[in-house]
């Protein structure tokens, strides 16, 4: 006949498991909280960067208008016109794009990519070119990069301001022009 356990085996059983089930779950619970706050951290880098990156869009663009608006003036006066376009900034661009390549999804990075791609084609332009380049592909580049930032990932009240600010700014040149 099987003799039976002793009596204070299932209470070291009964510990053993209270002890090593608490520790996976303590375990489990402190890296899913740490998953969470690294995402959230990966989330304010992401928002600050694109701040940084919009507001280097929209310093461009006012810089390129400014520069387009002389230009007209001096063609409609018959003077003579720059022989340069005007230069426009991409450091911060420099700095945040391969942190923002892992950051964004690919479809919105592109977005950026094809407007910095748009400023470097425009400064190696002149004159009239650089100005049709200017109203055509380098504005809507420059709208539809900062619309995608603002509409979807600055969604605080400073930076949907800033991008009201700039939206209206675009609609009100393109209804003078």
Known sequence: ?????????????????????????????????RLFSERQQEQRERDSLLL???????SNNTLAQRWAASLEEA?????????????LKTDVWKDARTRLAYLL?????????????SVHRWESMSGRHALDYFRGTLSIRSEMASRRIGEEYLRDDFATGFVREY??????????G
């Open 75 to 87: 063609l409609s006066l018959g003077e003579g016109i720059a022989d340069q376009s005007a230069p």
């Open 167 to 176: 939206q209206a700014a675009v609609e009100q040149r393109a209804g003078r």
């Open 1 to 33: 006949m099987v003799e039976p356990p002793p009596t204070w085996a299932p209470l070291v059983i009964s510990a053993i498991g209270a002890f090593g089930g608490g520790a996976l779950v303590g375990a489990l619970g402190n890296h899913l909280l």
């Open 105 to 117: 999804p690919s479809e919105d990075f592109y977005r950026l990519v094809r407007y910095y791609h």
């Open 52 to 58: 940084m990156v919009l507001a280097e869009i929209v």
